[in-house]
């Protein structure tokens, strides 16, 4: 929605970037901490252009999100043992 602040969800994604409009909203991976990227509403027009770089499974949806999620954590990597939620 334009002009309305919102979060992309990285679900179903396991490590890439994400370019809406031209812009690069931020690069993810499903091993956590951080499963959302901050979208300015500003950014945001009627029709947008999502360019997804996806390294490895790709999604055939994208989900927005009101609010972030910064504390899920997967607990099957040995990246990261514990992460102190941001609340």
Do not use: S, Y
């Given at each position: 929605?334009?002009?309305?602040?919102?979060?992309?969800?990285?679900a179903n994604l396991t490590k890439g970037c994400v370019?809406?409009?031209g812009f690069n909203i931020g690069r993810y991976?499903?091993?956590?901490?951080k499963q959302t990227l901050y979208v300015p509403g500003e950014l945001l027009k009627e029709e947008n252009e999502i360019v997804i770089f996806e390294m490895f499974n790709g999604a055939d949806t994208v989900e927005f999100v009101d609010a972030?999620?910064?504390?899920?954590?997967?607990?099957?990597?040995?990246?990261?043992?514990?992460?102190?939620?941001?609340?």
């Open positions: 929605k334009p002009g309305v602040d919102t979060f992309f969800h990285a370019w809406i409009n991976w499903n091993i956590g901490p972030p999620n910064l504390c899920e954590v997967r607990e099957d990597t040995a990246f990261f043992a514990e992460v102190d939620c941001m609340q």
